[in-house]
């Protein structure tokens, strides 16, 4: 469900929401084109209370936390820490970041390309974040409150961090307590309108026109802790995680006629945990090993009841776990050659369950009750070459093999092996600018979720089948990226990207594999469609406008076009790829006023749409473009106060579901538009640095 994904966002941008200070003058000159060095007083002028603020405000550089994928080499962010990546995949890169106080950070490195001993996990540009040797201990402490002034609803929250040192051994750990609003969840109006010809027996004949009246939040506790000790010559790194959360969504439509009447109560728990251990060590100048393990779990259960003209209900219980093992050998052939060879082994399970009933009378759905196991193995190497500053190369290629098997209502088990190649280049003809190719074969993994069951009762086509046989969308990408740098802090990155994927994964008619014959157990379904080619067009801009008369102000903005065209598999018709989105963009502007030790400015998101072509429907879903404005005052370094004004313009939450009689492209049967609207909300947080 897309409200689903709303409040996974929600959750930790609203607790402690992000601050948007301006960037200050370069203090220190760059090191090489290829590495670019930003010191602590580059971000002075900004003020900034975490490392991910300062990462916010890198020119040339998009913030990308990685997607979240089973496996641990495939779900890398664009930043890392003291020249390594962070060991857990549970806590998502950018809780990370914001959880290291900006005074413990000496320097930000931003490289290009590669560079001699550095792992680019496969990225054009990488930031590293190297922390200060000399901070002892350390607590930070931070109080938020939200408000939302259309129903009063209030949400604190608190998180507390903590960062001990004793000698070359550390400590760390942080507790956050916080509810949340979902901003995809609000009240507004819903329209019902039947076609000529419809006989499903729906009242609205032909309109019906509702008052949807809407709620969604929840809460969410985490506790995150990690020692850091020396053992055996190397450095040891232990680090756990455990989160509980619970999301509901309280839906009622008020319609004419009162017999349209409708409800949706719906509720979402999650608890998940991890534990990891990373262990590095450098044997000689040109030798280094790293050795990683990661074990974790995570148990769901969502249920829904929808009462209408039927009372149904939905139930969802997934149990899934993660066990994970790497290994990286790095061996410097020549101080300009660098070799790596890497090898990870993982194993999947997740068990799902779904029941769905109608008016207490049980509905058999395919794939209801699956268990799926996956082993994954990977092994790859890759060598790194920078003959000069101006000049790097990265050359790599890695084996994938894994097989899923599933047992339960569908029984199956398949084999896949994938050769991967890689090359990227990065030239630098100039000091401002830069030129960087990538040429890359990415095969995606399938989500098990497109396996089992999923559903959504109020809107759209209720129950959506999973498909076992279902292939992974494989590409070949060829990526081209031109960057000019000016007024010291001004950057431009245009990117252009063409990729050819075969397995198109899309939606498709399925049918109930327990019942082949069975030509009335249609349901949608995930499936392959073929090949396609996708072109997206990238622009990222960093724009200091002290020369166009605003002094200390920086408007940054970033956008992706895409297009890809697919066959239907149903109207043999041309038509967007679905959920590809055709377009996602924001733009931050902010301004330092150091007389008043403060920050302003504005952030705008510009809303997304999101498609599905179903085999019996067209489901539609637009967020629109959403404003924030904010005021930080910091009177010490220490201490800081922020005000935010969030979604001021009240942007809506859209919902657009046609239904056909039988199946595209036959004549449609019902149109469904919904209009939520979450309304603005007053956020305010004080956050204190002890020590």
């Known amino acids: 469900m897309r409200i689903k994904s709303c409040w996974r966002n929600l959750a930790a941008a609203l607790a402690l929401s992000m601050s948007a200070p301006a960037l200050a003058e370069p203090l220190a000159a760059e090191s090489s084109t290829a590495v670019n060095v930003f010191p602590a007083s580059y971000f002075a002028d900004a003020r900034p209370n975490t490392a991910m603020d300062m990462i916010l405000r890198l020119p040339g550089f998009a913030f990308d936390q990685g997607p979240q994928v089973r496996g641990f080499a495939g779900s890398a962010g664009n930043v890392i820490i003291d020249g390594e990546r962070p060991t857990s995949k549970q806590d998502n890169l950018e809780s990370i970041l914001r959880r290291i106080p900006a005074s413990q950070v000496e320097r930000i490195e931003l490289i290009h390309g590669g560079a001699a001993g550095v792992d680019m996990q496969g990225r054009t540009v990488l930031a590293n974040i190297v922390r200060r040797k000399d901070i002892g201990a350390q607590a930070v402490v931070a109080l938020a409150y939200d408000y939302l002034p259309k129903d009063g609803r209030e949400a604190p929250s608190a998180r507390l961090e903590t960062t001990q040192r004793f000698g070359d051994k550390s400590f760390e750990a942080s507790l956050l307590i916080a509810n949340f609003f979902d901003n995809g969840v609000g009240s507004g109006p819903h329209t019902r309108t039947d076609y000529?010809?419809?006989?499903?027996?729906?009242?609205?004949?032909?309109?019906?026109?509702?008052?949807?009246?809407?709620?969604?939040?929840?809460?969410?506790?985490?506790?995150?802790?990690?020692?850091?000790?020396?053992?055996?010559?190397?450095?040891?790194?232990?680090?756990?995680?455990?989160?509980?959360?619970?999301?509901?969504?309280?839906?009622?439509?008020?319609?004419?006629?009162?017999?349209?009447?409708?409800?949706?109560?719906?509720?979402?728990?999650?608890?998940?945990?991890?534990?990891?251990?990373?262990?590095?060590?450098?044997?000689?100048?040109?030798?280094?090993?790293?050795?990683?393990?990661?074990?974790?779990?995570?148990?769901?259960?969502?249920?829904?009841?929808?009462?209408?003209?039927?009372?149904?209900?939905?139930?969802?219980?997934?149990?899934?776990?993660?066990?994970?093992?790497?290994?990286?050998?790095?061996?410097?052939?020549?101080?300009?050659?660098?070799?790596?060879?890497?090898?990870?082994?993982?194993?999947?399970?997740?068990?799902?369950?779904?029941?769905?009933?109608?008016?207490?009378?049980?509905?058999?759905?395919?794939?209801?009750?699956?268990?799926?196991?996956?082993?994954?193995?990977?092994?790859?190497?890759?060598?790194?070459?920078?003959?000069?500053?101006?000049?790097?190369?990265?050359?790599?290629?890695?084996?994938?093999?894994?097989?899923?098997?599933?047992?339960?209502?569908?029984?199956?088990?398949?084999?896949?092996?994938?050769?991967?190649?890689?090359?990227?280049?990065?030239?630098?003809?100039?000091?401002?600018?830069?030129?960087?190719?990538?040429?890359?074969?990415?095969?995606?993994?399938?989500?098990?979720?497109?396996?089992?069951?999923?559903?959504?009762?109020?809107?759209?086509?209720?129950?959506?089948?999973?498909?076992?046989?279902?292939?992974?969308?494989?590409?070949?990408?060829?990526?081209?990226?031109?960057?000019?740098?000016?007024?010291?802090?001004?950057?431009?990155?245009?990117?252009?990207?063409?990729?050819?994927?075969?397995?198109?994964?899309?939606?498709?008619?399925?049918?109930?594999?327990?019942?082949?014959?069975?030509?009335?157990?249609?349901?949608?379904?995930?499936?392959?469609?073929?090949?396609?080619?996708?072109?997206?067009?990238?622009?990222?801009?960093?724009?200091?406008?002290?020369?166009?008369?605003?002094?200390?102000?920086?408007?940054?903005?970033?956008?992706?076009?895409?297009?890809?065209?697919?066959?239907?598999?149903?109207a043999h018709q041309r038509r967007p790829q679905s959920q590809l989105h055709p377009f996602d963009g924001e733009m931050h502007f902010s301004q330092d006023l150091t007389g008043l030790k403060s920050t302003w400015g504005a952030d705008v998101y510009f809303g997304f749409k999101e498609t599905y072509y179903r085999f019996n429907e067209i489901d539609r879903f637009h967020f629109q473009n959403q404003v924030t404005l904010f005021y930080e005052y910091k009177p010490a370094k220490d201490l800081s106060f922020r005000a935010e004004f969030v979604n001021i313009t009240d942007a809506a939450f859209q919902r657009s579901y046609l239904g056909f009689v039988a199946s595209r492209p036959s004549a449609p049967s019902y149109r469904d538009d919904r209009s939520s609207y979450g309304g603005p909300l007053i956020h305010l947080r004080v956050r204190r640095t002890l020590g």
Request: with cysteine; charged share 25%.
């Open 196 to 570: 000529p010809g419809n006989t499903d027996g729906d009242i609205c004949k032909p309109t019906c026109i509702d008052h949807l009246s809407a709620k969604g939040g929840g809460w969410q506790n985490t506790g995150t802790a990690a020692l850091n000790a020396p053992l055996f010559g190397g450095k040891l790194r232990v680090n756990g995680l455990f989160q509980d959360t619970l999301y509901y969504d309280r839906e009622t439509d008020v319609g004419t006629p009162a017999s349209s009447n409708d409800a949706l109560r719906s509720s979402f728990v999650q608890m998940k945990g991890e534990i990891g251990v990373h262990y590095t060590r450098s044997f000689n100048a040109r030798t280094d090993l790293e050795l990683l393990a990661i074990q974790q779990g995570q148990e769901e259960h969502d249920r829904s009841r929808f009462f209408t003209f039927d009372d149904e209900h939905l139930t969802e219980s997934n149990r899934l776990a993660e066990s994970i093992m790497r290994a990286t050998l790095g061996y410097r052939l020549r101080p300009d050659l660098t070799l790596q060879l890497a090898g990870e082994g993982a194993y999947n399970v997740q068990h799902t369950r779904t029941d769905f009933s109608s008016n207490g009378a049980p509905i058999a759905i395919p794939a209801g009750n699956i268990r799926v196991d996956e082993k994954r193995g990977e092994g790859g190497v890759t060598t790194t070459w920078t003959p000069n500053s101006d000049l790097s190369l990265v050359v790599g290629l890695k084996v994938e093999a894994s097989t899923i098997a599933s047992q339960g209502d569908v029984v199956g088990a398949k084999s896949l092996t994938y050769a991967k190649p890689r090359m990227i280049l990065t030239w630098s003809p100039t000091a401002r600018d830069q030129l960087r190719l990538r040429a890359e074969r990415e095969v995606s993994q399938l989500d098990f979720n497109a396996f089992v069951v999923s559903g959504q009762l109020n809107g759209g086509s209720g129950v959506h089948a999973g498909n076992p046989s279902l292939l992974p969308q494989d590409a070949k990408i060829y990526e081209l990226a031109l960057e000019h740098k000016f007024w010291k802090r001004g950057d431009v990155t245009a990117t252009l990207r063409h990729a050819e994927i075969s397995h198109v994964v899309d939606r498709i008619r399925g049918f109930d594999p327990a019942h082949p014959a069975d030509p009335a157990g249609f349901f949608d379904t995930p499936g392959n469609i073929g090949d396609v080619g996708e072109d997206d067009f990238l622009l990222d801009l960093t724009l200091p406008l002290d020369r166009l008369g605003i002094s200390n102000a920086l408007w940054k903005a970033q956008g992706t076009w895409r297009r890809a065209l697919v066959l239907d598999p149903v």
